[in-house]
């Protein structure tokens, strides 16, 4: 048994370095009463609300589900809270389908968020264990040894990060909620910028955000009397495997491979390139379009940089990738993955304003987190599947 | 809605202090006794779910660290709740409720040895009104049981009679810490 | 009281200051008293036989208990590696450096230290590396009584040797 679950609203806040003009509270109520303006609801109308972020640490707060159920509207009502690293904004969004498709609530919202700026996240990521040196550095000291040995594995052209974010950064300038704003962007300001964590750039990076994004889902009845069309969840899956094991292959993680396949097959995809119009899916740093393409099986193993090289992924190209800017132009790490999944609803809604795809009618949202471990992914349909 | 049972239960003995295991160390046994009672073979779990706080042990990513016990391998379909693990069981439940899902495994832990406990749970207020003026956790019990207690008529005794009736059922259990 | 608009308070600073406790098991108390004595100790998963280098306690893959030790030496190779040129609180190491990824001989599984005494610009993938540890009286159960990793000068590892491990 499972139901029809549709996204009948989504909110968005605008993603910034500090957003000292709001609260915690305050900047996930932007995100939850956008949302609920566009399904035409109110708080009152919700019957439960699940929040998704990353580590606590991020703001300082322990279990921040509790101080924002106020401002959720969630007094009384059944709220929860999941953490599952970086994919945390994709596996929250799959839990309210699941409330949906199991028949548990009929309107659920969902918010996830980070404040980073209320605390310091390079700390919060890298805190000092006694006994370890601290040699990694957050995320681009983790990640930049599996660029390096992607590039070296698969033979891409050196420049294939560059093109990947400056299609992104050319995007973000078409997304008035982007962080990363850069008007009349050129090739030479991403390949001239400064080398960070070799083979990792500057303008190839992902910011540190302040932002929230929520949703609300619902039954097939109830998105039938929605005031705008409803996307269609056709199909999620989650994959998890270790951090660090003999042997495993963290370039190209099997778990990613195995979640795409149980999706594709959930959701009746055979050929993703042909099938899918646009995708929206977790780059932090450039490589990882190419790297994800991959080990999404939308190319065969160690050509992912061919379609970036053709221009493929860019708006216009066969399978547009990111047309929001993506994670390298906003990244409050625990929205970050929902934000994939609404953009990816938006643009089968038809609602992605500058950046929208002409016609999408399929539309893939992606996350990952941790160690490249954790994966969770949904395809959305302009249909009821 | 579809029946879900609960076919099998380990925990380890809740002590003050484990001195020596880490996270891993004491999921592992727990976990394996759990599979060994259910008689559920490994790969017939669909989906695996844990709960679990960071402020805890004070260290970000706990549960990622704790996905090592479990075995994940070949890659399983897995999420955790920043919550008790009772929500874990909720979400294992739920998904059983609408996925092509036979078996599930929930595991949860926690060491409220590692920092200041009542401290800690502190981070669970207002932080820009209430976390800095450091209300313990005991003290805001305290708070609570005095409003309770105005409220309801009951007395100091009645509560004190609830901690008997719960240190006097623990002395047949023998996971449980304090008993008496 | 003034009816005069208030500006809004955009910043405040809570400190907090929590102090936690760390356990690192078992398994990684053998391997640091091993590090204390300058050797560097592998414990075998009980399952599937591989060897673990700074073991957790535990084989992830197949979660059963690393308890066998296995001889694992100082010497190893880098599966690949980061040039690091940006600063990082807490971090006091001169600008820039090598974080690499090195796969120790007898062990199956990587680890990231730093590596010296040659030019970030020489590093390579496959380079063979040995660990340069403290004086033997300063050597205490910490990572960091490996000051670093340094070439050994022997030929490069072909890639098919480690291309497993990236």
Redesign the interface.
């Known amino acids: ?3 029809a679950c549709a996204i009948v609203g989504i909110g968005q806040t605008k993603y910034d370095t500090k957003r ?2 709001v ?2 509270a305050g900047l996930v109520r932007e995100a939850a009463v956008r949302a609920l303006e566009d399904a035409g609801l109110t708080f009152r109308d919700i019957d439960a609300v699940v929040l998704g972020k990353a ?9 921040p589900e ?2 924002l159920a106020d401002a959720l509207g969630a007094l009384g009502k059944p709220m ?6 970086g994919s945390v904004g994709g ?1 929250t969004a ?2 309210v389908a ?2 949906i ?4 609530h009929e309107r659920v919202l969902t918010v996830a968020f980070e404040k980073q700026s ?1 605390s ?1 996240a ?17 995320a ?2 983790y990640f ?3 660029i ?2 992607y590039i ?2 698969s033979g891409a052209p050196e420049n294939t990060g560059v093109l990947v974010a400056l299609k992104d950064r050319q995007n973000a300038n078409r997304n008035p909620f982007a962080h990363l704003q850069m008007p009349g962007v050129t090739y030479d300001d991403i390949a001239n910028s ?7 750039r500057y303008h190839e990076t992902c910011p540190s955000s302040d932002g929230a994004v929520a949703m609300v889902m619902t039954t097939e009845s109830l998105a039938k009397k929605a005031p705008t069309r409803p996307a269609w969840v056709h199909a999620t ?15 190209n ?3 990613g491979k ?2 795409a396949k149980a999706l594709y097959a959930q959701a009746g995809i055979t050929d993703p390139m042909a099938q899918i119009d646009v995708a929206e899916i977790y780059v932090p740093f450039s490589w990882f379009e190419p790297m994800w393409l991959e080990n999404l099986g939308i190319t065969p193993e160690n050509e992912g940089w061919k379609p970036v090289q053709e221009g493929a992924t860019a708006l216009g190209g066969k399978l547009p990738i990111n047309c929001s800017g993506g994670v390298l132009s906003s990244n409050p790490i625990g929205a970050s993955g929902m934000i994939r999944f609404a953009e990816a609803a938006m643009q089968v809604r038809g609602q992605a304003g500058e950046h929208q795809v002409d016609g999408a009618k399929i539309a893939l949202g992606h996350a990952y987190g ?2 490249s ?2 994966f969770s992914m949904w395809i959305v349909g302009s249909e009821k599947p | 809605m579809r029946d879900v049972a609960i076919v099998s239960f380990a925990q380890s003995p809740s002590i003050r202090r484990e001195p020596a295991r880490n996270d891993v160390e004491m999921l592992m046994p727990v976990i394996a006794e759990a599979l060994e009672r259910s008689k559920v073979k490994r790969d017939r779990v669909g989906f695996w779910c844990s709960g679990s706080t960071d402020f805890l042990t004070g260290q970000p990513f706990s549960f990622v660290g704790a996905l090592d016990a479990v075995g994940a391998w070949p890659p399983i379909s897995e999420s955790h709740v920043e919550m008790d693990g009772a929500w874990a069981l909720y979400e294992a439940w739920i998904r059983m409720q609408h996925e092509n899902l036979d078996a599930a495994v929930v595991y949860a832990f926690g060491r409220s040895s590692l920092g200041p406990v009542p401290d800690v749970m502190c981070m669970q207020l207002d932080p820009y009104v209430l976390t800095p003026l450091w209300p313990d956790a005991v003290s805001l019990a305290a708070l609570q049981a005095r409003a309770y207690l105005e409220a309801s008529g009951k007395t100091e005794r009645d509560l004190a009679e609830v901690a008997i009736r719960n240190r006097r059922n623990a002395k047949a259990n023998p996971n449980a810490q304090v008993k008496g | 009281m003034s009816d005069a608009p208030k500006e809004i308070v955009k910043r405040i600073e809570t400190p907090i200051h929590l102090t936690f406790q760390f356990t690192p098991g078992v398994g990684a108390s053998r391997f640091l008293r091993g590090i204390a004595e300058g050797r560097i100790l592998g414990l075998r998963c009980t399952q599937c036989a591989k060897v673990y280098v700074s073991p957790r306690g535990s084989c992830p893959k197949c979660g059963a208990p690393t308890l066998d030790e296995a001889k694992v030496t100082d010497r190893g190779t880098i599966t690949s590696f980061s040039i690091v040129r940006v600063p990082s609180e807490g971090i006091d190491i001169e600008l820039p450096f090598v974080c690499a990824s090195i796969l120790l001989d007898g062990a199956d599984n990587t680890f990231y230290h730093v590596i010296r005494e040659v030019p970030v610009e020489d590093v390579r993938m496959g380079m063979r590396v040995e660990a340069v540890w403290v004086p033997r009286e300063e050597l205490r159960a910490s990572l960091e009584s490996i000051r670093h990793f340094k070439p050994t000068g022997e030929p490069d590892a072909p890639f098919d040797s480690y291309k497993e491990h990236l």
């Not at chain 1, 929860?80 to 690293?85: D, L, P, S």
């Open positions: 048994m499972s139901n000292i003009d609260s915690l580590p606590d640490t991020f703001e300082g707060v322990m279990m509790l101080y929860m809270r999941v953490h599952t690293a596996s799959i839990v699941s409330l498709q199991a028949g548990i209320e310091n390079m700390w919060a990521l890298s805190p000092r264990i006694p006994l370890q040196p601290t040699v990694v550095f957050g681009g000291g930049a040894p599996l390096r040995a070296r594995r400064p080398m960070l964590w070799d083979p990792i899956a989650m994959r998890s495997e270790p951090t660090a094991f003999a042997g495993r292959d963290q370039v993680p099997q778990a195995d979640c941790g160690g471990q954790f």
